[in-house]
């Protein structure tokens, strides 16, 4: 996905990571996705060409894992409550599962693209 | 018994042609891709890369594995996507196919000849770094299945098809189209692949380029591939026997095979000239009668009778046979007609019909090096096999059948066990046995 990104940099830096982790983990935290049991690629917006391309690939059972999560998050909702600490998703288990596979469409489009507008020369 | 003599007799008589300067050896690689080419004086070019990898090396329980390959042909790799390759290919003009027979899958790019370094660099890259990506599966699956269906509907090729399957059984016998019960993952077929796409088996054949060229260009795009070895492959077993295959045509087929000799021996050579000499081609455009006994045969018989002589030949094996499709109230006396002629031949072969069969068989071979097609097809079985046989040795190779060797071989076919297969309504055509 695009956009400007300094997160090569923050990591590298001891001093700045040291700093920012915290606060980043207490916005994953504020943000509640995990208290439902979702993973952050659960939550990406789902109705754009690429995601959903990107989750048509997604081998078989990683999809159904996908629709179980969503399906358990909905029931959370529907029944006013939140997991416990013990039951909600683990930070170790927050796995960018989708992210590769947006990478690889987003490359693919991207191509289609420059392809599209190419203006043709003689050689 | 007898196959197996022959088949031991086939492997001897390769070094001998060798000596006889029908052929010479092939140019290679360093690690190993053969290399051949047919330099002509023509604007464009072609260039395939040619894998011993067909049916016939598909292992157990895969059946159909070589026809998901040959779909999986420039598809996503390492270096570009499917759709690059496409739309490069378009922008230079250039056209990409791929083929699959019984020894090997073949991938052909027909372009201008400035445009050939890159689609060298382009097999190269299919060998080394094909994806083989689940997503692509699905359209390649599909692809697959509506490739079968469409010769599910075609008789022609189930009788080839039953030929040898009932002729070899498995090996050179393995049905060339997947069927639609195939079980074949993209984990399979990049087992297949490392198994398969190694330089060893590998040939990159072209017309239009130079030798020298096409070699110095595969030592680049090649470089990555790993050497492995050969292909191994267990010698083709002749077997024979009857198939009936139902089938919903208004015609009725029979075919009778019987073990041939394998391509580019001195047999093959004299059953090429047999084949000729039988006939059944029509070389002028809707004529209804020709001279060799397979032609009038079939035009006394009329109402859209067609008989024809077939030769293939294999690297290590070979089918001789004879194909006639008539109406089902003729199609006896059609198949009948066919294997009396193929007896006549045996007894003997008058010096007349002699000279024409030769020229036929002389042109047919000439003429084959001057398609891009079936020049492409010819070099790569042969660079396979290790070595190049130019369309002038090929000739040679002709003129030194005598009419003698085409009856002695003639009667050699009959004496093995014949092949019969029936395609079509198989209540109302003949068994095999009813035709000797």
């Known amino acids: 996905m695009s956009g400007i990104t300094l997160v090569n940099q923050v990591k ?70 939140v997991a416990t600490k013990e039951t909600a998703l683990k930070p170790e288990d927050d796995i960018r599962y989708l992210t590769p596979i947006i990478d690889e469409v987003a490359a693919e489009f991207a191509e289609k693209e420059d392809f599209n507008n190419i203006k043709s020369y003689t050689k | 018994m007898l196959s197996i003599s022959s088949a031991r007799k086939t492997l001897n008589l390769v070094p001998t042609i060798f000596k006889a300067g029908y052929a010479s050896a092939v140019t290679k690689t360093s690690n190993g891709v053969k290399v051949s080419a047919l330099d002509e004086s023509s604007p464009t070019a072609s260039v395939s890369l040619v894998i011993n990898a067909g049916a016939r090396f598909e292992p157990k329980g895969k059946a159909g594995i070589a026809h998901f390959v040959k779909n999986f042909g420039f598809k996503n790799n390492g270096h570009r996507s499917a759709f690059r390759i496409t739309r490069e290919t378009e922008l230079v003009g250039g056209v990409l196919t791929s083929n699959l027979g019984r020894e090997s899958v073949t991938f052909t790019a027909e372009c201008l000849k400035e445009d050939v370094p890159y689609f060298v660099e382009v097999f190269g890259d299919l060998v080394a770094q094909t994806k083989f990506a689940d997503h692509e599966f699905h359209s390649v699956a599909t692809q697959v299945a509506s490739e079968y269906h469409a010769v599910e509907a075609t008789p022609e090729v189930a009788v080839i098809e039953a030929v040898h399957s009932a002729a070899f059984r498995n090996g050179l016998g393995n049905p060339i189209y997947a069927a639609s019960y195939s079980d074949v993952t993209t984990d399979d077929l990049k087992q297949f692949a490392a198994d398969h796409f190694v330089a060893n088996k590998i040939a990159l054949v072209a017309t239009g380029v130079s030798e ?30 009857d198939v009936r295959v139902p089938f919903n045509t208004q015609l009725g087929h029979v075919a009778v095979a019987f073990e041939g000799a394998a391509a580019g021996t001195p047999d093959f050579y004299t059953a090429q000239v047999l084949r000729s000499l039988l006939g059944g081609d029509r070389f002028v455009k809707w004529s209804t009668s020709g001279v060799s006994p397979l032609a009038a045969a079939a035009s006394k018989i009329g109402n859209g009778a067609q008989i024809t002589a077939f030769n293939f030949g294999y690297s290590d094996a070979g089918l001789f046979g004879v194909y006639a499709q008539a109406e089902n109230n003729a199609i006896e ?36 090096y001057e398609s891009r097609v079936s020049a492409t097809e010819l070099l790569g079985a042969q660079a396979l096999q290790g070595q190049k046989v130019t369309a002038s040795e090929s000739l040679a190779a002709l003129e030194k059948v005598q009419a003698g060797d085409v009856s002695k071989l003639a009667a050699k076919l009959l004496s093995s066990k014949p092949t019969t297969v029936v395609v079509g309504k198989t209540s109302e055509l003949p068994y095999g046995d009813a035709l000797f």
Do not use: C, W
Request: charge should be positive.
């Open chain 1, 12 to 81: 590298a830096s001891k001093f700045l990571s040291g700093v920012l982790q915290p606060v980043a983990n207490a916005f994953v935290n504020a943000s509640g996705y995990r208290k439902l049991g979702l993973r952050y690629d659960d939550v990406l917006r789902e109705e754009t060409d690429i995601i959903r391309e990107a989750v048509n690939r997604l081998p078989e059972n990683q999809g159904y894992e996908r629709v179980f999560r969503m399906k358990t998050a909905f029931q959370y909702s529907l029944s006013h409550t």
């Open chain 2, 333 to 368: 006396q059609a198949a009948k007609a066919a294997v009396d002629s193929l007896k006549a031949a045996a007894k003997s072969v008058s010096a007349e019909d002699f000279k024409r069969a030769l020229a036929q068989a002389k042109f047919e071979s000439a003429s084959r």
């Open chain 2, 212 to 241: 020298a060229e096409l070699k110095s260009l595969a030592d680049t795009a090649f470089a990555k591939v790993a050497a492995g070895s050969a292909a191994k492959v267990e010698a083709s077993k002749y077997f024979g026997g």
